[in-house]
């Protein structure tokens, strides 16, 4: 067992898991979707992009694109948000909120290919 | 190539991991504690700050701006969690910075980059080049002449120094350098040996065996161009020009057969200076060299191609030599290395008719002539300057004749580089006549 390949594993996980439990709830409905899970999935999301960087085969390669990806769609959406409740007149509305929410969807599909990849990878160094 | 601009990227990237999530760490933990702590606005409600204005206030004092407490006065708990946020945030920039700053000075991250500037430069050179492998003082010397004569040259050297002082020279244009081995056959590569303009290769090193290496390596890769090899031993000539190494330059013997020249036919000797001189450098004056006996001093591998000149035009010579079995010394020959009195008296300097100081060191030469000039005014002197840094005292002796084996083979090159093709002026001017409209 490596530390190293734990630590990797677990921050790629833990960027899905935050994403996917921030995504659940109806779509624009604000009482649903909390701000601090948003904050702590872009955090671990920043956190796992960071320690993908440098490997230099295609599937490092691949990782990195893919955590790259989720952590533009997971600022975009924190970027509405706060357009949403501090920038805009009416405040946040159920509208603002399912664009969030859609943005961070597609953050978790490019959370789970990372996911998918890393197990691909795992499976194929076992053989 | 990609190969070295991934390189460079990869190492950049893994190197900033670690001060990448420093930063998020210090940020995201500074941001959390200023949303948890309960604040009060300027009513003296309860008052929670929101992420946005979190991460604003930490933004700009962890970068030690400090716009002041936004939106409302902050109460004494988010005060003492500023202060813990400041020094979090301060040490985090510091230590990405200083890792920064430590990656760009970093020995391995400067080749990395120089390499790829290299590999950059000579892929978009748009003109024909020569590659000159070994920036002594005779690369220099080509480098210059190329320069001179509207060419241009990619130089190849082992040695960082030499490499620093190329892009110090104050040429004209910027001469790309490799600070690499030019002996392993992938840096030639680098430099540029299969890129159409590339004209030829001049292997100029002080190691015959280097210089075999690239002859070998660059004959083999692109045999189409031409060759042109320093040998200063008759062994790795004929080596060299077994596989047909164009041009082979053994500046000892070139030096041998000009003196030849010079005493046999004075004027074509001029005439020969005069048209292989270096683009820039004044012309030398006719000289005249006695027929009577010389003195040559020194029978290493100069010396005997200077004796092997005098012999030529049947002029008497007396040798002067420090260690006569291990140079192979005809059995006649004056023990002694020729800068004492004794030795030049033994070998009759009042009745001799010239001299030459040809051992392998410049002080030696100098104190031969020195004492020479002592013993017999009269006498025709040809002295053997060995490095360019000896040039202000060579000038200071007032010698006839300097032989100096580091401006032979830049002539030598330059006079094959420069060699237009070998047309009539019909031809040249009919090949203006057609080529003008095109343009």
């Known amino acids: 067992m490596n530390l190293e390949k734990v630590i990797f594993g677990f921050f790629i996980i833990l960027a899905f898991t935050l994403n996917f439990g921030f995504f659940l709830g109806e779509i624009d409905n604000p009482a649903h979707h909390n701000v601090y899970e948003l904050f702590a999935a872009i955090v671990v999301n920043v956190v796992a992009t960071a320690l993908k960087l440098g490997d230099r085969t295609q599937t490092g390669a691949l990782l990195l694109a893919s955590s790259l990806v989720a952590v533009l769609q997971l600022i975009a959406a924190a970027v509405v948000w706060g357009y949403a409740s501090h920038v805009h007149a009416g405040g946040m509305d159920a509208m603002f909120m399912a664009s969030i929410v859609s943005l961070a969807g597609g953050a978790m599909v490019a959370n789970l290919i990372s996911v998918l990849l890393l197990i691909a990878d795992t499976v194929a160094l076992r053989r | ?439």
């Open chain 2, 1 to 439: 190539m990609p190969a070295t601009i991934n390189k460079v990227l990869f190492l950049f990237l893994r190197r900033m991991r670690a001060p990448l999530l420093a930063l998020t760490a210090a940020y995201s933990i500074s941001v959390l504690g200023l949303v948890l702590i309960p604040g009060v606005d300027d009513q003296g409600e309860p008052w929670r700050m929101d992420f946005f204005h979190a991460f604003y206030f930490v933004t700009y004092m962890a970068t030690t701006i400090g716009f002041g407490e936004i939106p409302h006065a902050f109460t004494e708990a988010q005060r003492m969690w500023t202060v813990f946020a400041v020094y979090l945030s301060v040490v985090a920039w510091l230590y990405a910075i200083g890792k920064i700053l430590a990656l760009i000075q970093d020995p391995a991250f400067r080749l990395a980059v120089s390499q790829h500037a290299f590999d950059r430069t000579i892929r978009k050179l748009q003109r024909s080049f020569f590659i000159v492998c070994g920036y002594g003082d005779t690369g220099a010397l080509v480098v210059r002449s190329l320069l001179g004569r509207n060419g241009f040259a990619v130089v190849i050297d082992q040695n960082p120094d030499r490499i620093n002082e190329l892009t110090l020279e104050d040429y004209a244009l910027q001469i790309p350098g490799l600070c690499a081995d030019a002996s392993v056959a992938s840096r030639l590569l680098d430099a540029g040996l299969l890129n159409p303009h590339c004209r030829g290769v001049v292997a100029l090193t002080s190691d015959d065996a280097v210089n075999l290496r690239i002859a070998i390596a660059a004959k083999l890769l692109n045999p189409d161009r031409p060759v042109i090899c320093r040998a200063e031993s008759h062994d790795t000539a004929r080596n060299m020009a077994s596989f047909g190494t164009d041009q082979i330059i053994n500046p000892f013997d070139i030096f041998g057969q000009r003196l030849a020249l010079a005493l046999h036919s004075p004027a074509h000797h001029l005439l020969h200076e005069w048209l292989g001189n270096i683009p820039g450098s004044p012309l030398p004056m006719p000289i005249d060299p006695p027929c009577g006996r010389w003195i040559l001093c020194g029978f290493g591998r100069f010396g005997k191609a200077v004796h092997a000149g005098l012999l030529q035009e049947g002029v008497d010579v007396t040798l002067v030599e420090a260690d006569p079995e291990g140079t192979d010394c005809p059995p006649d020959c004056i023990e002694g290395r020729g800068t004492e009195a004794d030795t030049l008296r033994e070998a009759g300097i009042e009745t001799a008719s010239g001299i030459v100081a040809g051992t392998g060191r410049d002080d030696y030469n100098l104190s031969i002539v020195m004492t020479a000039r002592e013993l017999n005014p009269e006498l025709f002197m040809v002295g053997r300057q060995n490095r360019e840094s000896s040039s202000l005292l060579f000038a200071a002796a007032d010698l006839p004749l300097v032989m100096r084996h580091d401006r032979v083979a830049p002539r030598r090159t330059r006079g094959f580089a420069g060699a237009a093709p070998r047309f009539g002026w019909k031809e040249i001017f009919f090949c203006r006549k057609v080529l003008k409209p095109r343009r």
